[in-house]
């Protein structure tokens, strides 16, 4: 059972314009969201995450939404650029983890390429 | 550079074989994760050690076993390996007891093991 959903396993965009990769997730435990980015050969990197209370949070060109209604949660890169293309993972967790317990449930990921 | 250290970087090893994977946590990180992707999956949180204890356990395999050592590296022994074994491996360290943030949880560069 995938408790989170990334259902665009690519997408293309031009150089310039707003990529949007999506997220969904089943577990009403989850309280925190992330999104890592990954290159090939290397391992993941942290981008930016939300907290539920939140329904925005924007850092430079990156901006997560959520909807927690929906259970839906979106990546936003404006002005795409050809550097941002990568592997972008959606990563939830639940505070019914713990302290001291940081359990990430990642998505399979959606492979964004960035066309000059 | 994350400041995880995994060996191998890639191995190459037979069905039914036991191969043991190496982690160094960034300094002074106290939690040890491994996660597991396969080609046709995200990336799936198998256990985490904190401070030489398993803290959390996810997806992994009876025939898997993981430990944490008192200078804090972690091993992941993988025994009886079958083709589907064939992933990448990946090592993760965060540092606080309290729940982490995404940007304190940084990934190794994996270990590539394939089973032939």
């Known amino acids: 059972d995938q408790q989170v959903k990334q259902n665009s396993p690519s997408l293309s965009v031009q150089e310039g314009r707003i990529s949007i990769l999506n997220c969904d997730y089943t577990?009403?435990?989850?309280?925190?969201f992330l999104w890592y980015k990954k290159y090939p050969a290397e391992g993941p990197t942290f981008l930016i995450s939300i907290s539920s209370i939140k329904d925005k949070n924007e850092d430079g060109r990156f901006t997560v939404f959520l909807n927690k209604s929906a259970k839906h949660l979106s990546l936003h890169i404006v002005p795409s650029q050809p550097g941002d293309s990568a592997v972008y993972f959606c990563?939830?967790?639940?505070?019914?983890?713990?302290?001291?317990?940081?359990?990430?449930?990642f998505g399979k990921g959606t492979k964004l390429s960035v066309i000059p | 550079d994350s400041g995880v250290t995994q060996t191998p970087k890639h191995l190459i090893t037979a069905t039914g074989q036991r191969v043991t994977l190496r982690c160094s946590p960034r300094?002074?990180?106290?939690?040890v994760y491994w996660y597991q992707q396969s080609l046709d999956q995200g990336l799936q949180f198998l256990i985490q050690y904190y401070n030489g204890e398993e803290r959390a356990k996810g997806n992994i395999l009876e025939r898997f076993s993981a430990q944490q050592f008192p200078d804090l590296h972690s091993e992941l022994n993988l025994s009886s390996l079958e083709l589907g074994d064939s992933a990448l491996y990946f090592c993760?360290?965060?540092?606080?007891?309290?729940?982490?943030?995404?940007?304190?949880?940084?990934f190794g560069e994996g270990s590539w093991l394939t089973v032939v």
């Open positions: 577990n009403s435990m989850f309280d925190y």
């Open positions: 300094s002074g990180d106290l939690s």
């Open positions: 993760a360290s965060s540092g606080s007891l309290r729940q982490a943030t995404g940007n304190t949880i940084y």
């Open positions: 990563a939830a967790a639940g505070s019914y983890s713990g302290a001291g317990s940081y359990q990430l449930t």
